[in-house]
């Protein structure tokens, strides 16, 4: 019986040999070639990859199939970030893209992300469609000749020059910060190194060379990931350390003293300073489950919030509708106004070096000073594994609106994504489900440290009960 193949917040992702084989790569690959052949005029696609395992040749066999439904495919050549991809589309007038990678994730996992012609991740209507073609397969997949020729495009040197754009870097040189970029051997390789040192910024890198293990670990830019970062920071006096995952479109950010600013806190930094360098106040965008400190200063601001469903997709409809300055995700997802609707850890990293220079203050020192201005923000995220009978007896008590948890009275639900509760202090938990593993993720934030610790414990044993 053939694998169901569903595309989740970012795509389809799952086991290299596993189910993700080549049959199934060339069933998805149909499936996209098959929705793509239905739309009007002459179509041109755009395919790229993180550098994982057997990348060339899944993107090998990608055009061979797009070329056989009467799809161009465009070809990149080289690993290519995920935003650079997003940027071709647009530039390009491209008509959509078909990216393999799997982010974050452990190196044993690949993935198929589908764009669509604005360079966003494809909304639930188009990916339903899409599985809707796969599953009309059944067990065939596949297997043209490869196409004589194809078309080929090198996506970096657009988006740098986009990037210099947006992007204050003589602030940066001005200011003598000196910078370790860590691309986790990523597809981001050489991308904000390359910006930084073309403005004579002291940049030097790490895990800056291919790796499809990704150091035996997933290529996460997260606290405990960073120690190299740390080590080479301190070797280097250096001001800040900025990192991106796998495919580059997350970022990790390492103040300098050593300390992981948690993305929570690099999104609402950047909203402050976006407002008050650009001037820009048309809105601001968070998923359901990104803290309230970015809440707190929209109304100080007295900017528009926008609360989405997790999945950028949601923000980057909002960036295509230039109805925000910013949009983020608590998971170190981020764009800005003018840009691509789709999340940029090297457009984030960059900033935040733009953001030291200008301010001339560490981010610790920031973010005290948004702290006293309108309070302070703790978040906090724990996954809990369940057993799959558990998780569906969770799932069943999801859909029940609880009236108090912990001995607090719960003052409002909502239901925007997962389930969310709002205590009278503001403080708040919200449930999602895993799609893919019996875990349930619980998101809370108070407004102190033990506040948010006592939340915690009282949101796993609701869980638990």
């Not at 990192?243 to 609402?268: E, S």
């Not at 409002?412 to 509760?421: A, E, H, I, M, S």
């Amino acid at each position: 019986m053939a694998v169901a193949i569903r595309f989740g917040t970012s795509g389809w992702r799952a086991v290299v040999a596993e189910e993700f084989t080549l049959a199934n790569v060339r069933r998805a690959v149909t499936g996209i070639a098959r929705y793509v052949a239905q739309q009007p005029g002459q179509q041109r696609i755009l395919v790229g990859r993180d550098p994982r395992f057997l990348g060339e040749m899944f993107v090998a066999e990608a055009a061979a199939i797009l070329a056989a439904h009467g799809v161009t495919p465009v070809v990149i050549a080289e690993p290519a970030p995920t935003p650079a991809i997003a940027y071709a589309v647009r530039q390009s007038k491209l008509n959509g893209a078909i990216n393999f990678t799997a982010s974050h994730n452990p190196p044993e996992y690949n993935g198929i992300k589908f764009s669509t012609p604005d360079g966003a991740p494809a909304l639930p209507e188009v990916t339903k469609k899409i599985e809707a073609e796969i599953a009309a397969l059944g067990d065939s997949a596949m297997q043209p000749a490869k196409p004589a020729q194809f078309e080929n495009i090198d996506v970096r040197p657009e988006y740098l020059r986009r990037l210099d754009e947006l992007i204050d870097l003589k602030a940066i040189a001005k200011a003598g910060l000196r910078i370790v970029v860590d691309p986790f051997w990523g597809a981001g390789r050489g991308y904000a190194q390359a910006l930084l040192e073309q403005y004579g910024v002291q940049a030097v890198s790490v895990h800056d060379y291919r790796d499809v293990l990704f150091g035996g670990h997933a290529p996460e830019p997260e606290d405990a990931l960073l120690e190299d970062c740390r080590a080479q920071m301190r070797a280097a006096d250096a001001h800040l350390g900025i990192a991106t995952d796998g495919d580059a479109d997350r970022f990790g950010i390492v103040d300098r003293d050593g300390t992981f600013l948690q993305p929570n806190y690099i999104l609402a930094l950047l909203f402050d300073y976006l407002v008050e360098t650009r001037g820009w106040t048309n809105g601001v965008a968070k998923s359901v489950a990104t803290t309230n400190l970015i809440n707190a200063l929209a109304e100080q601001k007295k900017i528009p919030l926008y609360e989405t469903p997790v999945g950028f997709k949601y923000i980057g409809e909002l960036i295509l509708q230039d109805k925000i300055a910013l949009g983020g995700e608590e998971s170190a997802g981020l764009t800005i106004r003018g840009h691509v609707p789709e999340k940029d850890g090297i457009l984030a990293g960059l900033l935040v070096a733009e953001m030291v220079a200008v301010r001339g203050k560490t981010l610790g020192e920031q973010l005290q000073a948004i702290f006293a201005r309108v309070g302070a923000w703790h978040p906090r995220r724990e996954n809990f594994h369940l057993t799959q009978s558990a998780k569906e007896k969770f799932t069943e008590k999801l859909k029940i609106d609880p009236k108090e948890m912990g001995g607090r009275a719960v003052q409002k639900v909502v239901r925007t994504d997962g389930l969310k509760l709002i205590f009278d202090d503001g403080s708040w938990v919200c449930y999602r489900l895993s799609g893919t593993e019996p875990v349930v993720r619980a998101y809370t934030e108070a407004r102190s440290v033990e506040a948010c610790a006592k939340l915690t414990a009282a949101a796993e044993q609701w869980v638990m009960e």
